[in-house]
């Protein structure tokens, strides 16, 4: 996929999504900033209350990184109908969003 295709599909996610879902960069070596694998998240309201992950590479994302102007420093950001709702810094707070999320539904 072209980066403007990846752009187009992100922003449908973000128009046509009822249920907030995060952008969130996974580092998978602390040491070197720059080594992410950033991946969307789109959270399921569904019975089974499944969570999909949605893996993209970093060069691929750049193009949705650069659009909405998301710092590479914020772990994740969640959208909500279609904005950004809100920017959480670190795994914790993904994490404590995620089971506030979940349980409010």
């Known amino acids: 996929m072209s980066d403007q295709q990846v752009l187009s599909v992100f922003k449908t996610l973000i128009d046509e999504s009822s249920q907030p ?9 602390a040491k070197n900033q720059d080594t992410a694998s950033p ?4 959270i399921q ?7 999909r992950k949605f893996e993209l ?11 909405f102007n998301l710092p590479k420093k914020e772990t ?10 809100k920017k959480l ?14 349980t409010k539904n």
């Open 76 to 85: 994740a950001v969640v959208f909500e109908n279609g904005k950004t709702f």
């Open 45 to 51: 309201n569904d019975l089974q209350g499944k969570i």
């Open 21 to 29: 879902f995060i952008f969130s960069f996974q580092r998978f070596d």
């Open 89 to 102: 810094h670190g795994f914790k707070n993904v994490r404590n969003y995620l089971r506030t999320f979940s």
């Open 57 to 67: 590479d970093f060069e691929k994302c750049q193009s949705i990184i650069d659009h």
């Open 39 to 42: 991946f969307v998240e789109v």
